[in-house]
C-alpha cells in the first residue's frame, strides 16, 4: 500500500555531511509515522529518528540529537534526513520506514513500522 525509495547514501570523511531523501508512494495517508533506521554489520537495526508526518513531531535516538535533522516535504510526499558531523559510528545502511500508528513514546521501535525501503548504505571514514 505504500511505496518508499531512499537515496542520498555515500561514503564521506568524519566530520562530513549527507543528505538522505526517502519518497513515498501509494496510499500515503495511510503512513502517520516515517522514520529513518539503521543497520551495522553485526548489530540489530536500530530507530535512527521519526516524524508524526501530520503533527510534526519528531523523536530522535540520543546518539545523533544536535547532528541528524529530520523534516518533510507534504507535496512531494517525501522525507528528508539531514546528517553532519558524521562519525565512523554512523557507518550502516540506513532504511526508511511508514507505519499507519505509532504510539509516540515507541515510534523509534522497529516492530511498529510495516513499509521499508531497501535501504542506502552511509559510510564514514576516519
Known amino acids: 500500500q505504500v511505496q518508499l525509495m531512499e537515496s542520498g547514501g555515500g561514503s564521506v570523511q568524519a566530520g562530513g555531511s549527507l543528505r538522505l531523501s526517502c519518497e513515498a508512494s501509494?496510499?500515503?495517508?495511510?503512513?502517520?509515522?516515517m522514520g529513518w533506521f539503521r543497520q551495522a554489520p553485526g548489530k540489530e537495526r536500530e530507530g535512527v529518528v521519526a516524524i508524526d508526518r501530520y503533527s510534526g513531531t519528531t523523536k530522535y535516538t540520543d546518539s545523533v540529537k544536535g547532528r541528524f535533522t529530520i523534516s518533510q516535504d507534504n507535496a512531494k510526499n517525501t522525507v528528508y534526513l539531514q546528517m553532519n558531523s558524521l562519525k565512523p559510528e554512523d557507518t550502516a545502511m540506513y532504511y526508511c520506514a511508514a507505519g499507519p500508528a505509532v504510539v509516540a513514546s515507541q515510534a523509534l521501535g522497529v516492530r511498529f513500522y510495516r513499509y521499508w525501503g531497501q535501504g542506502t548504505q552511509v559510510t564514514v571514514s576516519s
Open positions: 501509494g496510499y500515503t495517508y495511510t503512513a502517520g509515522y
